[in-house]
């Protein structure tokens, strides 16, 4: 019955459309305006999630559509009574039927008659008009495609729950290197740009991405050389064109070392720019607090120091010349070790030392101050600098282009919290100080883990807490990745409106962050393949299961060989240790 039924579902689509009946309510299961199973009748077939309605006429109010989606499947010898008779049934000397059975979850009942479906009646697949209603996709005005359902059909996510009107933001969690965080979450952002939901503010809503992945996401605008007319019919019927992001800028940090400040990437040659902050940045804007971004530095018991410090040069640091230098006190500091230099000097003088701190401060608090501080140089000598002109454009800004992408993975991972820090900072007080929610700005954050821990406090996470918080009335969406939302700071997984788990850990999957999948789906995220995405919005009781196509732009310098300027490695381009390789 099996191959029959499977031979029946590859010929369903035309039956799907008709609402074609697979079974009926079982009588020996209770059934209610919750679940209920369903008996499949002799070489039907039904799979996980696929939708199914069912009907029943209630007096006073008529036909009553009860729809819900598959979540358990089984199959089994009815009159069997010990393991061993499956050898004797299946030669046929003991008698016995084949049965499968399926447990609905139901999603929808329309009208909202809460009465369970009747044992015996008949139960359909979801045709077109029946599936939006059991997947509320019929009462979303402003839908945004996520990808393909089992089904072959297209699923949406309610914009009204990305864009702030009635929720804001999303998190992503799933084991590293099969979980495709990265790229479900830059399908997303495509399918919001390119699916009409943004109308007039299209053009002005803009995108920041934190790549710290090689140079993967630095080819959004090339053409994927490995597009076929399998993927293109896919994105064909997601509604969407099949192209790459039409507007990309790409901000990457100076080659250590280099006089003139050219951007440290190797694949990309146009369309990139170098950021870094002057000493004259770092000072007047306070930007110290951003290089103790650990959490550990707040338990150290010096942040205290740090903000006295940080004021101090606020108050005594004097620009000289046109290359961000600062004049502290009579000194004169071109790069951020001779910062750390006169700070040295300064707090290890008994003389001075009170002017800086403004208290009497215990000597073993300054001398671990200046350790965190010394070991800072090397990581951070790169992007705070007092050598470069100063007129040159070096702030990452998200003005020049509908996609900002600001790569980090050359950076040390202490750099990378003072650039994630910095970065968002501006961006959200920028925001602040406009007055208007629109346009709207997403923010990709991948290793959410380590920038917002569940332990300690830091400036990076106040300002991701503050983005989680009030970035919905502010216009900014987060769009957050990690390989564990067990280690994020619960506020902002909670503030989440659109949840989505790939590939999960076992051990992982049975934490309590993950309570809004259903114990089966939790099974199933710990063998789900590359490009499966398990996703729960607040208005579908039951999360989808959602398979994305295949990027129509660049993934990886290899498959914009065409667009990306040769290079001399004879290894450039092959994949390397990535997080998130593409799964096609």
Same mark, same amino acid.
């Given at each position: 019955?099996?191959?029959?039924?499977?031979?029946?579902?590859?010929?369903?689509?035309?039956?799907?459309?008709?609402?074609?009946?697979?079974?009926?309510?079982?009588?020996?299961?209770?059934?209610?305006?919750?679940?209920?199973?369903?008996?499949?009748?002799?070489?039907?077939?039904?799979?996980?999630?696929?939708?199914?309605?069912?009907?029943?006429?209630?007096?006073?109010?008529?036909?009553?559509?009860?729809?819900?989606?598959?979540?358990?499947?089984?199959?089994?010898?009815?009159?069997?009574?010990?393991?061993?008779?499956?050898?004797?049934?299946?030669?046929?000397?003991?008698?016995?039927?084949?049965?499968?059975?399926?447990?609905?979850?139901?999603?929808?009942?329309?009208?909202? =008659? $809460?009465? !369970? @479906?009747? +044992? &015996?009646?008949?139960?359909?697949?979801?045709?077109?008009?029946? *599936?939006? #209603?059991?997947?509320?996709?019929?009462?979303?005005?402003?839908?945004?495609?996520?990808?393909?359902?089992?089904?072959?059909?297209?699923?949406?996510?309610?914009?009204?729950?990305?864009?702030?009107?009635?929720?804001?933001?999303?998190?992503?969690?799933?084991?590293?290197?099969?979980?495709?965080?990265?790229?479900?979450?830059?399908?997303?952002?495509?399918?919001?740009?390119?699916?009409?939901?943004?109308?007039?503010?299209?053009?002005?809503?803009?995108?920041?991405?934190?790549?710290?992945?090689?140079?993967?996401?630095?080819?959004?605008?090339?053409?994927?050389?490995?597009?076929?007319?399998?993927?293109?019919?896919?994105?064909?019927?997601?509604?969407?064109?099949?192209?790459?992001?039409?507007?990309?800028? =790409? $901000?990457? !940090? @100076?080659? +250590? &070392?280099?006089?003139?400040?050219?951007?440290?990437?190797?694949? *990309?040659? #146009?369309?990139?720019?170098?950021?870094?902050?002057?000493?004259?940045?770092?000072?007047?804007?306070?930007?110290?607090?951003?290089?103790?971004?650990?959490?550990?530095?707040?338990?150290?018991?010096?942040?205290?120091?740090?903000?006295?410090?940080?004021?101090?040069?606020?108050?005594?640091?004097?620009?000289?010349?046109?290359?961000?230098?600062?004049?502290?006190?009579?000194?004169?500091?071109?790069?951020?070790?001779?910062?750390?230099?006169?700070?040295?000097?300064?707090?290890?003088?008994?003389?001075?030392?009170?002017?800086?701190?403004?208290?009497?401060?215990?000597?073993?608090?300054?001398?671990?101050?200046?350790?965190?501080?010394?070991?800072?140089?090397?990581?951070?000598?790169?992007?705070?600098?007092?050598?470069?002109?100063?007129?040159?454009?070096?702030?990452?800004?998200?003005?020049?282009?509908?996609?900002?992408?600001?790569?980090?993975?050359?950076?040390?991972?202490?750099?990378?919290?003072?650039?994630?820090?910095?970065?968002?900072?501006?961006?959200?007080?920028?925001?602040?100080?406009?007055?208007?929610?629109?346009?709207?700005?997403?923010?990709?954050?991948?290793?959410?883990?380590?920038?917002?821990?569940?332990?300690?406090?830091?400036?990076?996470?106040?300002?991701?807490?503050?983005?989680?918080?009030?970035?919905?009335?502010?216009?900014?969406?987060?769009?957050?990745?990690?390989?564990?939302?067990s280690e994020v700071e619960r506020r902002i997984v909670s503030n989440s409106a659109v949840r989505v788990a790939g590939r999960l850990d076992p051990a992982e999957a049975a934490r309590s962050e993950y309570g809004w999948?259903?114990?089966?789906?939790?099974?199933?995220?710990?063998?789900?393949?590359?490009?499966?995405?398990?996703?729960?919005?607040?208005?579908?009781?039951?999360?989808?299961?959602?398979?994305?196509?295949?990027?129509?732009?660049?993934?990886?310098?290899?498959?914009?060989?065409?667009?990306?300027?040769?290079?001399?490695?004879?290894?450039?381009?092959?994949?390397?240790?990535?997080?998130?390789?593409?799964?096609?």
């Amino acid at each position: 019955m099996t191959v029959n039924g499977a031979a029946s579902r590859e010929a369903s689509p035309a039956a799907m459309a008709a609402g074609e009946a697979v079974g009926r309510v079982l009588g020996t299961q209770a059934a209610s305006p919750l679940s209920f199973w369903v008996g499949l009748e002799p070489g039907k077939v039904l799979q996980l999630d696929d939708v199914v309605v069912t009907r029943r006429d209630v007096p006073g109010h008529g036909p009553v559509l009860v729809a819900g989606v598959v979540t358990t499947v089984e199959a089994r010898h009815e009159g069997a009574a010990y393991d061993s008779d499956v050898f004797l049934i299946a030669e046929g000397a003991l008698p016995a039927a084949v049965v499968e059975v399926a447990e609905v979850r139901v999603t929808r009942v329309e009208p909202e =008659v $809460f009465v !369970p @479906p009747l +044992p &015996g009646a008949k139960v359909f697949l979801a045709g077109a008009g029946d *599936r939006d #209603q059991a997947l509320y996709f019929d009462v979303m005005d402003r839908r945004v495609p996520m990808g393909m359902g089992r089904d072959g059909l297209p699923l949406y996510v309610n914009f009204d729950f990305l864009d702030g009107t009635r929720g804001a933001h999303v998190s992503i969690s799933g084991v590293s290197g099969v979980a495709t965080k990265t790229s479900f979450a830059t399908f997303l952002l495509y399918s919001i740009f390119n699916s009409g939901v943004l109308d007039a503010e299209s053009a002005n809503t803009k995108a920041l991405i934190f790549s710290v992945k090689g140079e993967d996401l630095l080819f959004l605008d090339h053409d994927n050389v490995r597009l076929d007319e399998q993927a293109r019919a896919a994105y064909a019927r997601l509604g969407l064109p099949a192209q790459p992001f039409g507007s990309v800028h =790409v $901000f990457a !940090p @100076p080659r +250590p &070392g280099d006089p003139n400040g050219v951007p440290h990437v190797s694949a *990309r040659t #146009q369309g990139v720019s170098s950021f870094y902050w002057t000493l004259v940045e770092l000072c007047e804007e306070e930007l110290l607090r951003f290089v103790f971004a650990d959490a550990d530095d707040e338990r150290a018991g010096y942040s205290l120091l740090v903000g006295q410090v940080a004021a101090r040069l606020k108050s005594w640091a004097e620009p000289v010349g046109d290359g961000g230098a600062v004049m502290i006190r009579g000194t004169a500091c071109r790069t951020f070790g001779d910062l750390v230099e006169l700070l040295s000097d300064q707090l290890q003088d008994e003389a001075t030392r009170i002017e800086w701190t403004g208290a009497q401060t215990p000597l073993g608090t300054v001398n671990a101050f200046l350790r965190r501080l010394r070991s800072a140089v090397k990581p951070l000598s790169p992007i705070v600098r007092g050598d470069l002109p100063f007129f040159r454009a070096h702030s990452v800004r998200t003005s020049d282009a509908q996609v900002t992408i600001v790569d980090l993975h050359n950076l040390p991972e202490r750099a990378q919290r003072f650039v994630v820090g910095v970065v968002l900072r501006g961006e959200f007080h920028r925001k602040e100080t406009s007055g208007t929610a629109k346009p709207l700005l997403f923010v990709v954050l991948d290793e959410l883990n380590k920038y917002a821990p569940r332990e300690g406090d830091s400036p990076i996470k106040e300002i991701l807490l503050d983005v989680a918080e009030r970035g919905r009335s502010l216009g900014v969406i987060l769009i957050g990745a990690q390989q564990t939302a067990s280690e994020v700071e619960r506020r902002i997984v909670s503030n989440s409106a659109v949840r989505v788990a790939g590939r999960l850990d076992p051990a992982e999957a049975a934490r309590s962050e993950y309570g809004w999948l259903p114990p089966a789906v939790r099974e199933r995220a710990t063998i789900a393949k590359p490009g499966t995405m398990f996703v729960a919005q607040p208005e579908i009781p039951v999360p989808l299961a959602v398979a994305f196509p295949f990027p129509a732009w660049a993934t990886r310098p290899a498959e914009a060989a065409s667009k990306a300027s040769p290079s001399a490695d004879p290894f450039q381009g092959l994949p390397g240790v990535e997080d998130d390789i593409p799964p096609f």
